[in-house]
């Protein structure tokens, strides 16, 4: 695990692995600036059952496809 540091507004840091950490890349080209791939990790999201983003890739890897998917979806503009 490596760490993290989120600049924006809550200015923390995170221990995520490096394959969480190439999600969080993959947050930062989807939303094209940190600090609103930063909100949309910190906040709760129905579509991953009510955690966030950020909570996911802190704690459990067998889920970091659902995050990794959500991002794709807005990728290619699709909203479920």
Known sequence: MSALSNKGNSNIQVDISPTAQAIVAHALETFGSEAK????LERPN???GGSAPIQILQTDPTNYELVEDELTRIDYGVFV
């Open 46 to 48: 129905a579509l991953l």
């Open 37 to 40: 791939a930063w909100m949309w």
